[in-house]
């Protein structure tokens, strides 16, 4: 499951090439993306299904898969509309400058939650195998191979806000990638960024 903007996009993909996470009130992801929607934003929200049972019953619900982040592509420049969106804490930087999140990161996620394949939060993992899938609907894409259970995952991670995505497998499906290990990411700073000029 997935609340996206419409992609009204060759030019604004290769206009903006890269995305930036937006830290949100908790519980204010959906506010927050739709009306940035409504200001021209590009927006991502990926979501997931999962069922909360109470005293009165159950209830399917869908909650995001980064808990308080909305991910946004769009100019640098107009960073003002964004920080005075209500329930936004700050666009996550590092040094005072808004960081991007490479497309590759976002795409992989977007794959997942188009695909019928269930998909769940998951802490990020920092060791393990990386893997690759090698058949069914994710075929090529990479992650790190765990174990909950008796079920084997691949988790998908955007490293600069350290949370992860998994993804059931079965082991058959999936081989070991070699990859240089990439160096640790600094956390984000929870000031306001500067507005451009």
Avoid at 45 to 58: E, F
């Amino acid at each position: 499951m997935i609340w996206d903007t419409q992609r009204n996009a060759t030019a604004a993909e290769s206009d903006y090439p890269g995305w930036y996470a937006i830290h949100t009130r908790h519980q204010h992801e959906k506010t927050v993306a739709r009306v940035l929607d409504g200001k021209g934003f590009e927006t991502f929200l990926p979501l997931y299904s999962v069922v909360h049972r109470w005293q009165t019953g159950a209830k399917e619900l869908s909650l995001p898969l980064f808990s308080c982040y909305v991910f946004l592509r769009g100019p640098v420049e107009r960073w003002l509309p964004v920080l005075t969106t209500p329930g936004i804490h700050t666009v996550v930087g590092f040094g005072g400058k808004a960081a991007t999140i490479p497309r590759s990161e976002i795409e992989a996620i977007r794959r997942v939650v188009e695909s019928p394949i269930k998909a769940e939060p998951y802490p990020f993992i920092k060791c393990g195998d990386r893997v690759r899938i090698k058949e069914g609907p994710l075929v090529g894409l990479e992650g790190i191979l765990v174990r909950k259970k008796s079920q084997w995952k691949v988790t998908l991670s955007v490293e600069m806000l350290e949370r992860s995505v998994a993804v059931e497998v079965d082991s058959f499906m999936v081989e070991r990638v070699h990859a240089p290990k990439h160096g640790i990411a600094t956390r984000w700073l929870p000031t306001s960024l500067p507005v451009r000029s």
